[in-house]
């Protein structure tokens, strides 16, 4: 079998060879965006938006370049709607507290999911304890898609925000969002969606989801840890309030108050993570140049091969639906007898990495009954070697484990 040709842009597998499937965790970066990273740094290492002196003036110009190449990437309507965050986790945040606390009012009703990862659960929690909205929780059918009567029973014209992941990190399910934000609009609310799981593995064009808000982190998508997006529509954003204050989201300050900068900066207090964002534009372009159809085809492929193997092996249970192409390159499963931990131990010791645990999603596992599970997940740069590796590895667990059909 031929190595999968991306394979060799990523050094980690030169420097520590495995079977790399945990990319829902975060993606492995290509030489292109570590080079980036080190070349802001090596070259172009000033504080951007406040110098006019010229080293400034080209990180300010790389830092903006890169507000670009994310517009472009989601299809926003202006790079003003482009804010540069920590991570998915602070972009949710900064749209709970900004907005969630600002307009959403007691009788209000927010409707999520029990699928969701805690960071777009935990601040509609907040909102809602707050403000004494009630949080209403949609729950999926076996193979994480929601009944037309779920929807219809639960999404009211008391509904004013939709919090959804557009694809789950436990199911690999892709949601509705088009139509959900359909109904939420037609109750003058609002939608906003995780899109952690999304933007890396699909194209997600916000103007043709019809979407408000959009939060995702840079490490999913082979960019440096510490950058992440939220696009916000521009008539939201400007109406609602920082939610930091400090330097370079001003525009002036007295000492007895002050006025806010104009969109994005009003949203982007203290020295901003340059460098990220400026690995975050390789990523993009280095995702680019490989296209989603590619992405698609590796992981639907691969992960066919796994649901062949583990039929196979009755003692191994899948999350989700039946049909390999709808888990955008997520597997979550169980092995009878055998905790999620022993089972990723035991392929460690084989060079595999897979993620157990509850995966930052505990209302779904105890949806689904279960305490925990493995979870195997792909991205452009795995190959048949990664999964023929993983499934030797996944035979010998219940022989390890004292069983005798291992």
């Not at 420097?15 to 492995?28: M, R």
Request: glycine share 8%; hydrophobic share 40%.
């Amino acid at each position: 079998m031929p190595e999968n040709r991306f394979k060799k842009d990523f050094p980690i597998f030169d420097n520590k060879p495995c079977a790399y499937l945990d990319s829902a965790a975060t993606a492995q970066r290509p030489e292109k965006v570590i080079e980036a990273e080190r070349s802001f740094y090596a070259n172009m290492n000033a504080n951007p938006l406040r110098g006019l002196y010229e080293l400034s003036m080209e990180a300010t110009e790389a830092y903006e370049a890169s507000r670009i190449a994310v517009r472009d990437l989601v299809n926003a309507g202006d790079e003003a709607e482009i804010i540069f965050t920590r991570n998915a986790s602070e972009s949710l945040n900064l749209v709970a507290y900004s907005y969630g606390m600002n307009f959403i009012c007691e009788g209000d009703e927010i409707v999520t999911t029990v699928m969701e990862h805690h960071s777009n659960m935990l601040p509609w929690q907040m909102v809602a304890e707050r403000t004494g909205a009630k949080l209403i929780y949609l729950e999926p059918e076996k193979d994480g898609s929601f009944s037309e009567d779920e929807l219809g029973r639960k999404i009211t014209d008391r509904c004013k925000l939709i919090a959804i992941a557009q694809v789950s990190n436990v199911l690999g399910c892709v949601n509705p969002v088009k139509r959900l934000a359909e109904r939420v609009h037609a109750n003058g609310g609002i939608i906003v969606v995780d899109g952690a799981q999304s933007v890396p593995h699909m194209k997600v064009d916000v103007r043709e989801l019809g979407i408000d808000f959009l939060a995702f982190s840079g490490h999913k998508l082979m960019a440096p840890f510490g950058i992440g997006v939220l696009y916000g529509k521009r008539e939201l954003l400007e109406k609602m309030p920082p939610f930091m204050t400090g330097g370079e989201m001003i525009e002036y300050v007295h000492l007895d108050g002050a006025t806010w900068a104009e969109l994005p900066h009003k949203f982007e207090a203290g020295t901003v993570n340059a460098a990220g964002a400026y690995g975050l534009k390789a990523a993009i372009e280095y995702l680019t140049e490989v296209g989603y159809d590619t992405v698609r085809e590796i992981e639907d492929r691969l992960t066919a091969r796994i649901f062949d193997e583990f039929a196979k092996l009755p003692y191994i249970h899948i999350y989700g639906s039946p049909d390999p192409a709808k888990h955008t390159g997520i597997v979550a499963f169980t092995v009878d007898g055998v905790h999620p931990h022993d089972i990723a131990s035991i392929l460690d010791a084989d060079k595999v990495d897979i993620r157990a645990g509850h995966h930052c999603a505990q209302p779904l596992m105890d949806y689904l009954g279960v305490g925990n599970t493995a979870r195997a997940s792909l991205y452009l740069y795995n190959d048949e070697s990664d999964v023929d590796r993983f499934i030797e590895s996944i035979v010998k667990v219940r022989k390890i484990m004292g069983y005798g059909d291992g």
